[in-house]
T-cell receptor, first 115, second 114 residues
Framework: GDSVTQMEGPVTLSEEAFLTINCTYTATGYPSLFWYVQYPGEGLQLLLKATKADDKGSNKGFEATYRKETTSFHLEKGSVQVSDSAVYFC??????????????FGSGTQLTVLP | DTAVSQTPKYLVTQMGNDKSIKCEQN?????MYWYKQDSKKFLKIMFSYNNKELIINETVPNRFSPKSPDKAHLNLHINSLELGDSAVYFC?????????????FGPGTRLTVT
């Protein structure tokens, strides 16, 4: 079945450091890929997405590129801020033509940014 | 205006009880979902529902049942609560067919079974 593997956390960085959170996937069909973010005490919010190979999703300084050859969708940000502290989830949506799609999430990566 | 709202935010109850969690979305979306997030933050879909079909994750016990009085609401009923049901439950909604588009999540309901 479909699955998403994320690098395990927690990840602790200093402000302005470079961030990479690795994500790889296994899926049937042609998945769409997502990064969601969960701030403390809140529900998930979509951070960015990519729907086909080589697409780059970007938002709020975060980027991720859909790499079909390596089945990866790594999240990057050049300079993190304290306000980026949250749990980050990689997810995919896939389904064989004619069947319903559903989101499959990775295990989440806790990011803490220190001032 | 809150896009996806859930009530209650916190729910503490004893084993064996029956409880419900309510969810409402004001986005005009076609599809609604319930997710369970365990203590390690792992998220798992329980149900997706639109006006055409209910899709149930096969691992969900039949003590859990979604009920949709109308397109904007999807409530979650849980019978005979067990300790292992303690978790945060998230409602979400999206436009179009299940899983196709961005999902908007509610703030969550933290259920504690004692």
């Amino acid at each position: 079945g479909d699955s998403v593997t994320q690098m395990e956390g927690p990840v602790t960085l200093s402000e302005e450091a470079f961030l990479t959170i690795n994500c790889t996937y296994t899926a049937t069909g042609y998945p769409s890929l997502f990064w969601y973010v969960q701030y403390p005490g809140e529900g998930l919010q979509l951070l960015l997405k990519a729907t086909k190979a080589d697409d780059k999703g970007s938002n709020k300084g975060f980027e991720a590129t859909y790499r079909k050859e390596t089945t990866s969708f790594h999240l990057e940000k050049g300079s993190v801020q304290v306000s980026d502290s949250a749990v980050y989830f990689c997810a995919l949506s896939a389904g064989v033509s004619g069947s319903a799609r559903q989101l499959t999430f990775g295990s989440g990566t806790q990011l803490t940014v220190l001032p | 205006d809150t896009a996806v709202s859930q009530t209650p935010k916190y729910l503490v109850t004893q084993m064996g009880n029956d409880k419900s969690i309510k969810c409402e979305q004001n986005l005009g979306h076609d599809t609604m979902y319930w997710y369970k997030q365990d203590s390690k933050k792992f998220l798992k879909i329980m149900f997706s529902y639109n006006n055409k079909e209910l899709i149930i994750n096969e691992t969900v016990p039949n003590r859990f049942s979604p009920k949709s009085p109308d397109k904007a609401h999807l409530n979650l009923h849980i019978n005979s609560l067990e300790l292992g049901d303690s978790a945060v439950y998230f409602c979400a909604s999206s436009q179009g067919a299940p899983g196709l588009n961005e999902q908007y999540f509610g703030p969550g309901t933290r259920l504690t079974v004692t």
